[in-house]
């Protein structure tokens, strides 16, 4: 396994890592900024940007204290697809893992869910569980800025 880069989860990539996942990367690590009162990433909690011969691109985070998960990504994914995959990977990771519900749903007690346009395009957005109703595109949660339904 080659390492392409690590960088801060709120942080650009830097110029090595393929275009492909500097929009997802960046949404997701705006959001992750928003995690409940209280509860926090461990300290230097990173993106990591691998690549396998076998497999191709690995994308995961990591930290000095082994916080680690990675997953499998297909950059060629539209923008949109390849976002709401990281993201619900991400989320998956922190909620298993990290004990902590993130991003949960206004007004409800379950998580949002990330999902693309249903086109492919090239958005993704926190969908409310109950409604199925769009609320936030990814890389807004803290911005107060609701999708229009």
């Known amino acids: 396994m080659r390492t392409i880069?690590?960088?801060?989860?709120?942080?650009?990539?830097?110029?090595?890592?393929?275009?492909?996942?500097?929009?997802?990367?960046?949404?997701?690590?705006?959001?992750?900024?928003?995690l409940p009162a209280g509860a926090r990433l461990?300290?230097?909690?990173?993106?990591?940007?691998?690549?396998?011969?076998?497999?191709?691109?690995?994308?995961?985070?990591?930290?000095?204290?082994?916080?680690?998960?990675?997953?499998?990504v297909?950059?060629?994914?539209?923008?949109?697809p390849l976002t709401a995959l990281v993201a619900e990977q991400v989320q998956d990771h922190v909620t298993g893992y990290e004990f902590l519900q993130w991003p949960t749903c206004p007004g409800h007690v379950h998580l949002l869910v990330p999902a693309a346009d249903p086109d492919g395009g090239e958005r993704a957005w926190w969908h409310c569980r109950r409604t199925r109703r769009p609320l936030f595109r990814i890389g807004d949660l803290g911005t107060g800025s609701r999708a229009r339904t």
């Open 42 to 72: 461990p300290d230097g909690a990173r993106w990591e940007l691998s690549e396998e011969p076998w497999s191709g691109f690995l994308l995961g985070l990591g930290s000095a204290r082994g916080l680690r998960y990675t997953l499998e």
């Open 74 to 80: 297909d950059p060629y994914l539209p923008p949109g």
């Open 5 to 34: 880069a690590a960088w801060p989860l709120d942080a650009p990539p830097p110029a090595d890592v393929p275009a492909e996942f500097h929009t997802p990367c960046a949404r997701v690590g705006r959001d992750l900024r928003h």
